[in-house]
């Protein structure tokens, strides 16, 4: 009795000594990867055997069934247990965990991981843990293949396109919404009788931007933002341009299409509006001036009234004319064709004209710009710019005919803000909707007075809007 006493205190002793040195080596610790059980001849042993025991350190490990019996967790008998470190690998066949890398993918060139997904332009990629790539299919509203496209065949397209990094990353469907905003022409618009000019001598080219007598009334080009204000900003614009040219300068301002963005009812702000409700709003109420209220790029409080005059609204009183009214247009009113559309540009400025935009326009780089192949199936949007003039490009034996365009997507965008399209062919429908108007100007000099008069194909003869 004597003897199995001290046979299981000294029991006791060892397997305690055995769990101090390997808790002192974090559990395994300088025996982990060294062979006991496998040198041990006969190797492991079933239930309890007392001799199935190896020599580690100061003290005995044990290749037993009974080695592990001291921890309630058999998948982890240390250090409560006296196994000897390579029990589990090799008697029972039972590894630690490893380090498990994460599965990476690739998208072109670039690896990453499940918990990392990247951007390829406008669209999510996601690694898969079966080590696929899987991402959004969007159409992007401009691309490398679109890009590439166009400049291949320039020569004969007439124009080049190139990546912008506002528009890389978008989807074609946000330009479409936010960086048009003029609505399809309502069936009154388009069932107005057209006003006819005679047309008279017509330069081969003119340009207002150019023109000594209006160059300093013509308004600076404008970045709407992720906006849809097109039909704001281009009213707001032509309205501008007219009150300059037609007072010869004593009635120079710069309108505020934030006014129309806020304030013109039945509109829809941000997501686009409709010409005849700018026009009517202008005609009725009238705007103050982008200083006053300036351009936000998003809809806001109007803190216009109907009532208002410049001094109740809080604007700064013109200097050059005793003005406190504030400035409004008579009917806006629709010119027939490319030849009225001229004459109209050079008696009296800029006009407003609504267009089908495509894909491809918005990589425009420069050139007369038509509607290319690569842009062919996609959905296109309306939007409003000014027609600022015209002019004629010859390439060997072909003459090609252009508008110029003023476009409100920034300098940075076009030719300087600019564009040239295609004149004569109504092309994206440029000539189909093309409005003017007459600022009820403070002064009007006695040659604008008079034209109002006998002139027999002005507004007061032609099918107004309201």
């Not at 044990?62 to 247990?81: A, M």
């Not at 330009?175 to 000019?197: D, H, Q, S």
Request: aromatic share 12%; with cysteine; hydrophobic share 30%.
């Amino acid at each position: 009795m004597d003897w199995f006493r001290k046979l299981n205190i000294l029991l006791g002793i060892s397997v305690l000594l055995l769990g101090v040195i390997l808790n002192a080596n974090g559990q395994l610790g300088e025996f982990e990867g060294i062979p006991f059980c496998e040198t041990r001849p006969g190797g492991c042993c079933k239930d309890r055997t007392d001799s199935c025991a190896v020599p580690i350190s100061t003290t005995l490990c044990y290749c037993d069934e009974f080695c592990g019996s001291f921890s309630n967790d058999k998948s982890n008998r240390w250090p409560n247990g006296d196994c000897c470190p390579d029990y589990e690998s090799f008697c029972l066949g039972i590894y630690p965990p490893q380090n498990i890398t994460e599965v990476e993918c690739m998208h072109k060139g670039q690896y990453f991981g499940p918990s990392n997904p990247i951007r390829d332009n406008c669209n999510l990629c996601s690694c898969q843990k079966s080590g696929h790539t899987v991402c959004e299919q969007n159409l992007c509203l401009i691309d490398d293949s679109l890009i590439n496209n166009v400049n291949s065949i320039t020569r004969t397209l007439g124009w080049t396109a190139t990546n912008y990094t506002e528009f890389w990353g978008r989807k074609y469907d946000e330009g479409l919404e936010l960086r048009l905003g003029t609505k399809e022409p309502t069936y009154k618009v388009k069932a107005m009788t057209k006003l006819t000019n005679k047309p008279e001598s017509l330069p081969r080219n003119f340009n207002a931007v150019e023109d000594e007598r209006w160059s300093s009334y013509i308004s600076p080009i404008q970045d709407q933002g992720w906006c849809g204000a097109s039909w704001a900003i281009s009213t707001a614009s032509v309205a501008s341009d007219r009150f300059g040219i037609q007072t010869k300068g004593k009635e120079s301002v710069e309108l505020s299409p934030q006014q129309l963005l806020s304030c013109v009812r039945k509109q829809s702000g941000c997501n686009g509006g409709h010409l005849d409700w700018a026009w009517n709003y202008i005609r009725k109420i009238g705007l103050v001036d982008e200083d006053c209220f300036p351009y936000a790029g998003k809809p806001s409080h109007c803190k216009v009234k109907r009532t208002d005059t410049l001094s109740s609204a809080g604007c700064q009183l013109p200097t050059k004319v005793p003005r406190d009214h504030l400035y409004r247009v008579g009917p806006a009113y629709s010119l027939n064709n490319e030849s009225d559309i001229m004459t109209e540009i050079q008696e009296s400025g800029p006009v407003q004209a609504t267009m089908r935009v495509y894909r491809d326009f918005f990589a425009y780089r420069g050139g007369i710009y038509r509607r290319s192949a690569a842009s062919r199936d996609e959905k296109g949007g309306f939007h409003s710019v000014r027609l600022l003039g015209w002019g004629e490009e010859r390439t060997g034996y072909e003459t090609t005919k252009f508008w110029i365009a003023a476009n409100s997507w920034g300098s940075w965008w076009g030719e300087n803000g600019y564009f040239r399209i295609l004149r004569g062919v109504n092309e994206c429908e440029i000539e189909s909707y093309v409005l003017a108007t007459w600022p009820h100007a403070h002064l009007r000099p006695k040659k604008f007075k008079q034209s109002l008069k006998t002139s027999p194909n002005r507004r007061p003869f032609s099918r107004p809007f309201y």
